[in-house]
């Protein structure tokens, strides 16, 4: 069976399962929770995060700044040209640590948290959707600032550049939602989460959009997935044409990176997008994925250091 059927299929049969969707939709898996893999682990929306203090420091060796550049500046070109206006431009670093990917699994505190099969953890802040009494909730982070910076929660909600930014990504989810649910609104716009980032603590910038599905939105699973991915805020708008751009100037193969990972508990759904990314590549060394949003009014060196910002364990 496809990825669609499958899914539809243990909805319409109210059956608990795993699911764990690759960015491009290429790759996936899907198992019974009665039979999920020992090699799989999970974490949802984990309410009791604990700071850890046995935490070491990360090696990075992050792309150099004259490439990012040289990557910023034709998307700016994209951009300019009018076939984007909002694009989530990630990089790959490497990074070397005394940890294993399950150590890592296992000494991060995040709210979404996957351990999969020895072949990548994520410890993700950030849902993708969730779905309970008939009812759809997405929630899109874009904007992110250092919680050290004084006066850093005004600072980021009056930046004007954060603003467009955060409001082209709910515009996006709210048409998004709008293609398998109705009456859709935006029930919370731009409120601040603070997020344990390693060494130090970072403010993102969410909203909370809802839609109303049909009753048996349960053996639609499939059709809401597969219409909703790839997850707008870690493409851009417009997302088709968006994907092709960041395809074209990325220039490597984001795999799992930014897909998702959920579960259907047999009633309710609940899903994370997979940022906070580490992977081992083909010869078993690390990949850290990260990235940030690109507009018209984005700078080079501070997109940059975000993209850096982002590498740690929380």
Known sequence: MTLKETLNSYGKEKEPFFFCISYDLKDWEVHKLSQLPLDIQYSLNNQNQTTSKNKNQLNIKPINFEKYKNKFNTLQTQIENGN????????????????????????????????????????????FIECKNNKIYTYPMKGTIDASIKNAKDTILNNQKELAEHTMIVDLLRNDLSIVSHDVKVDKFRYCETIDAGEKQLIQVSSQISGKLEINWHENIGDILTSLLPAGSITGAPKKKTVEVLESIENYDRDFFTGIFGVFD??????AVMIRYIEKDIDDNFIYKSGGGITSDSIAKEEYQEMIDKIYIP
């Open 84 to 127: 984007t206006y909002l694009a989530n431009l990630t990089s790959q670093t490497k990074l070397t640590t005394e940890y294993s990917l399950k150590d890592i699994y296992t000494i991060a505190n995040a709210k979404f948290k996957l351990y999969f099969k020895d072949k990548f953890v994520c410890f993700s802040p950030e849902r």
């Open 266 to 271: 047999g009633t309710n759904l609940d899903s």
